[in-house]
């Protein structure tokens, strides 16, 4: 049973690992991208997926059910709130546009 | 201890960048960012419920505060240009000097009321020592604090005067389908954030702060939410320091002296209080961040 | 020693934000500044709550000490007074800004 824990949670870690090099990736884009859409894209994809990474690699080290469930309400409201909050963006970008 | 000195250059390094750049609207942004680095120290010194509060006040609540007030203020509200000199340089010098002296005897004197707290917290009704210090041992400064609120929203709304400026307004079915999704969970968090606040970290700030934000939302998404001359909500507003001064009085004629409660009913009395305190600090914060918005109107649309 | 770091994090604060305070020449920014000043007071309260139990005690359990509530409680107080400073002076600068815009009218 031991080696079933360890190797789950060195497999949460390598997936945490993960995560951060998505977070990396899509903080580059963001500094490295000229274009505010294209800011937006680096930022959401690799953003969501890295966050998806992480939670999946806390949830395998949480202590219980409890815990885990509640970081899955939180990834739900972290994908749901960054989704809107690029739409809003996207939004007034295209009003923006329209006004020039 | 690699992480501490990496969160600490991090956090010198955009405190420059906020002081020192030209362009307002960046200063803004690193100003934000500062706060969620600083929420992340305080999680580091063992203090959960400040970075709670400095996530949702310091860097959420202050970021919409100030970016509301961006367009309405003028590009440079001063002729008058500071030139460096040494005589200012070695005055700061000297400052720095002392203060770093001050530091670093305080460090060598170990004074904590912990024990104290401990030895107390059975009577307070709570087992959260923050709690039983923000609204029993201490319960007159958090009275006041909710008084200052208060008087600062009064001299804002006295300062008022509508000003609306062209303004992009955010709309569209994505944006109020979502608000109408999340309201009720974000007052779910606010009510789930009040309750645990007597056992463990959070509490009627961090819980008013949540209401606050949800609030806002409702009013960006051009949702029916407060409106604002009704009665209820001018007593809701009162309602914190009223409730407190109240229950107060009422320790007073128990005999446990003024703003204390009787052993047995602290926890009762303490979960009221912080109810009605967490509505009023909600509302408090929204109408704030309300009044600063390009094109607020005193009914809501 | 984590407790020195942040401690010398406050003083830095301080200083930064009153170097910010006297040099910017935009109210919102010297507004931004009284913050960060206001950042760095709290800094030191609370590097100092977290100050680890005298040093007769186990390490182990000095470890897991909780860190004195009182000035965790007084930095959350005084963040939301910090919170109501920013919004009226915000409101104050706003007046001012529309004042002049009425006085270079006439």
Redesign the interface.
Known sequence: MNWLEAGLSWFGIGLISLGVVFFIAGSVGLLRFGESVNRLHALTKADSMGLGLVVIGLVLQAPGIAVGLKLMIIWT?GL?SAS?VS??IG??LC??RRDD | MVLDGILVLLILAMAWRCVRTTDLFEAIIVFVGLGMMIALVWTRLQAPDVALAEAAIGAGLAGALLLANLRQLPEDSSAVRWRSSWLWWSLWGILGLALGFAVVSIQTTPVSLMPLVQAHLPESGVTHPVTAVLLNFRALDTALELAVLLWAWMAQRHLFEGNFKAF?S???G??KT?VKM?FP?VVLIAVYLLWRGSSSPGGAFQSGAVLAAAWLMLWLAQLPGLNWQRLSLKVGLLGGVMVFFWVGLLGLFQGAGFMGYPADQAGGWILLIESVAALSIGLLLASMVLVSMPNFQEQSP | MSVWIYSLCALGLVLIGLYGLVRSHHGLQQLLSINVMGSGVFMLLLALAARHAPADAVPQAARHAPADAVPQALVLTGIVVAISALALGLALLRRLASYDKGASHD
């Open positions: 409201l749901l809107l739409h809003l939004q007034s009003s923006q | 992009h955010l709309q569209g994505v944006l979502t999340l969970l």
